[in-house]
């Protein structure tokens, strides 16, 4: 018996080398790093840039049908710079419009090499894509009626302690009667669920399959309120033709950073991205830039810029 396991180790050893070898031979070489988005530039003469239609005035599609916006603006400049870094005199921009539900995985599987629109930095965001220099001071508002009751409106704009000592309870009881829209997907979906367990309230929350169609279903009495993106709101207001019959309170509940999403672990094109940020930030014409979609910067938004604007 010793004899036999003896025989049989020693025919394994003999084998295993030979079959390790054949193993090694038979296994595929190993894959090629990914091309960087400048490598992957210059080889097809294109730069992809994803854009929102719906997302006025950060990215939307205008009357002709062409990509506009502030958003659309800033990635304009970054093309040049892609253009003059990777040295394509003819390069192609391709403006790929996406959706709220599929714009970071968009990004994450190289559809495109930038998305310009209006998306808040978050940690589990960061899981999927990285992030330019923050744009924006962005932050999560409301919409109503104008005819909304007064009671909302306090509540909604911190204002409901003057009712009675119990205002808390009063409050409550308000909002379970309302019912509420957000666009899922967005931070404002996110902080609305979360203040509704925090209060141990709950409401009757509603999906909006888009900005306008929130802003509807606040004009047609169909959702009490619209929680989003606040310069989303104030724009969509002002250029509605129902925007008599809207407010947005001054109260702002949330303040993020808005950023461009980008490919992760791509340095060369994140710190080209964030140098073409910060020279516009820096420039003369940013002002004008700024003002054109969202008026004239007060002072929080310039200490903002000069903030964000990094030096060479």
Same mark, same amino acid.
């Given at each position: 018996m010793r004899y036999v396991a003896g025989i049989s180790a020693i025919a394994l050893l003999a084998v295993a080398p030979a079959a390790y070898g054949q193993a090694k031979k038979a296994a595929p070489p190993a894959p090629k790093p990914a091309a960087t988005t400048l490598e992957r530039v210059k080889s097809s003469g294109s730069l992809k840039l994803g854009y929102r239609t719906d997302a006025r005035p950060f990215s939307f599609? %205008? !009357?002709? *049908?062409?990509?506009? +916006?502030?958003?659309? %603006?800033?990635? $304009?400049?970054?093309?040049? !710079?892609?253009?003059?870094k990777a040295g394509v005199t003819d390069l192609k921009v391709e403006w790929v419009p996406v959706s709220v539900d599929n714009q970071l995985q968009a990004v994450e599987q190289h559809d495109v090499d930038a998305l310009c !629109?209006?998306? /808040?930095? /978050? @940690? +589990? =965001? &960061?899981?999927?894509? %990285?992030?330019?220099?923050?744009?924006?001071? *962005? +932050?999560?508002?409301?919409?109503? =009626?104008? %005819?909304?009751?007064? =009671?909302? &409106? $306090?509540? @909604? $704009? *911190?204002?409901? #302690?003057?009712? #009675?000592? /119990?205002?808390?309870?009063?409050? @409550?009881?308000? @909002? &379970?009667e309302q019912v509420f829209t957000v666009v899922p997907g967005t931070t404002a979906e996110q902080w609305v669920k979360e203040r509704g367990r925090e209060f141990q309230v709950e409401f009757a929350l509603t999906p909006a399959?888009?900005?306008?169609? +929130?802003?509807?279903?606040?004009?047609? &009495?169909k959702a009490s309120a619209f929680f989003a993106e606040r310069a989303i709101l104030l724009d969509a207001v002002m250029s509605h033709k129902g925007g008599d019959d809207l407010t947005v309170l001054d109260r702002q509940f949330t303040y993020e950073r808005l950023g461009l999403p980008i490919q992760r672990g791509d340095d060369d094109f994140r710190l080209l991205v964030d140098r073409t940020l910060s020279k516009e930030f820096q420039s003369a014409g940013y002002r004008s830039t700024y003002s054109k979609w969202f008026g004239e910067p007060n002072e929080k938004s310039e200490v903002f810029f000069r903030w964000n604007s990094l030096p060479e």
């Amino acid at each position: 018996m010793r004899y036999v396991a003896g025989i049989s180790a020693i025919a394994l050893l003999a084998v295993a080398p030979a079959a390790y070898g054949q193993a090694k031979k038979a296994a595929p070489p190993a894959p090629k790093p990914a091309a960087t988005t400048l490598e992957r530039v210059k080889s097809s003469g294109s730069l992809k840039l994803g854009y929102r239609t719906d997302a006025r005035p950060f990215s939307f599609k %205008d !009357a002709s *049908g062409s990509p506009a +916006g502030y958003s659309v %603006d800033l990635c $304009n400049a970054i093309a040049q !710079a892609v253009k003059a870094k990777a040295g394509v005199t003819d390069l192609k921009v391709e403006w790929v419009p996406v959706s709220v539900d599929n714009q970071l995985q968009a990004v994450e599987q190289h559809d495109v090499d930038a998305l310009c !629109a209006a998306v /808040t930095v /978050t @940690l +589990g =965001r &960061r899981e999927q894509v %990285d992030f330019s220099s923050p744009i924006f001071p *962005g +932050g999560v508002g409301v919409v109503v =009626r104008s %005819d909304a009751p007064k =009671r909302l &409106r $306090n509540i @909604l $704009n *911190g204002e409901a #302690t003057q009712y #009675t000592p /119990t205002w808390k309870a009063v409050a @409550l009881n308000v @909002l &379970r009667e309302q019912v509420f829209t957000v666009v899922p997907g967005t931070t404002a979906e996110q902080w609305v669920k979360e203040r509704g367990r925090e209060f141990q309230v709950e409401f009757a929350l509603t999906p909006a399959s888009s900005y306008e169609a +929130g802003i509807q279903a606040v004009l047609d &009495r169909k959702a009490s309120a619209f929680f989003a993106e606040r310069a989303i709101l104030l724009d969509a207001v002002m250029s509605h033709k129902g925007g008599d019959d809207l407010t947005v309170l001054d109260r702002q509940f949330t303040y993020e950073r808005l950023g461009l999403p980008i490919q992760r672990g791509d340095d060369d094109f994140r710190l080209l991205v964030d140098r073409t940020l910060s020279k516009e930030f820096q420039s003369a014409g940013y002002r004008s830039t700024y003002s054109k979609w969202f008026g004239e910067p007060n002072e929080k938004s310039e200490v903002f810029f000069r903030w964000n604007s990094l030096p060479e």
